[in-house]
């Protein structure tokens, strides 16, 4: 478990929708979350399947933030934003309250600023939701390797 989750994303507060880090390298991320009623698009008891999308984002963030190793402990994640949404398949409508949701993100395709991000949110073995999304990072955050 890494402890890292507000030193590698900018969300904080209500956005914040990553809980913990269970691995994360320069191409993959892997973060569980909890769904609570101060999540966006809550309503009903459950949550809406399209926050989906920025919770893959959010783990995707992780990665694309993660340096290894650090040159400095006080290095900060650099910023990066949501350019396009490829595919998204929803395989529910709703997240029920208190659901534990396994977010993972593979780094397809990178190229300078620009990468392409598969993504996956399961609970338990079954797969609520498949992303592929478009990023660009700024260029104090982009890995000096190309990821192919």
Same mark, same amino acid.
């Given at each position: 478990?890494?402890?890292?989750?507000?030193?590698?994303? /900018?969300?904080?507060?209500?956005?914040? !929708?990553?809980?913990?880090?269970?691995? =994360?390298?320069? +191409?993959? *991320? &892997?973060?569980?979350?909890?769904?609570?009623?101060?999540?966006?698009?809550?309503?009903?008891?459950?949550?809406?399947?399209?926050?989906?999308?920025?919770?893959?984002?959010?783990?995707?963030?992780?990665?694309?933030?993660?340096?290894? /190793?650090?040159?400095?402990?006080?290095? !900060?994640?650099?910023?990066?934003?949501? =350019?396009?949404? +490829?595919? *998204? &398949?929803?395989?529910?409508?709703?997240?029920?309250?208190?659901?534990?949701?396994?977010?993972?993100?593979?780094?397809?395709?990178?190229?300078?600023?620009?990468?392409?991000?598969?993504?996956?949110?399961?609970?338990?073995?079954?797969?609520?939701?498949?992303?592929?999304?478009?990023?660009?990072?700024?260029?104090?955050? =982009?890995?000096?390797?190309?990821?192919?």
């Amino acid at each position: 478990m890494i402890d890292d989750v507000e030193r590698l994303i /900018p969300h904080r507060g209500l956005m914040r !929708l990553v809980d913990e880090i269970i691995s =994360v390298d320069e +191409k993959t *991320a &892997v973060t569980a979350s909890t769904v609570t009623e101060s999540w966006p698009m809550v309503e009903g008891g459950a949550a809406n399947c399209i926050v989906l999308v920025e919770l893959i984002a959010q783990t995707a963030g992780i990665c694309l933030g993660w340096k290894e /190793p650090r040159k400095k402990e006080e290095e !900060l994640a650099g910023t990066g934003w949501i =350019v396009g949404v +490829k595919e *998204a &398949v929803f395989h529910h409508s709703e997240i029920p309250l208190n659901s534990r949701i396994i977010t993972a993100s593979d780094r397809v395709f990178q190229v300078e600023f620009y990468s392409e991000i598969a993504g996956t949110a399961r609970v338990g073995d079954e797969t609520l939701a498949e992303v592929k999304l478009q990023m660009v990072q700024s260029d104090s955050n =982009v890995n000096e390797e190309t990821v192919s």
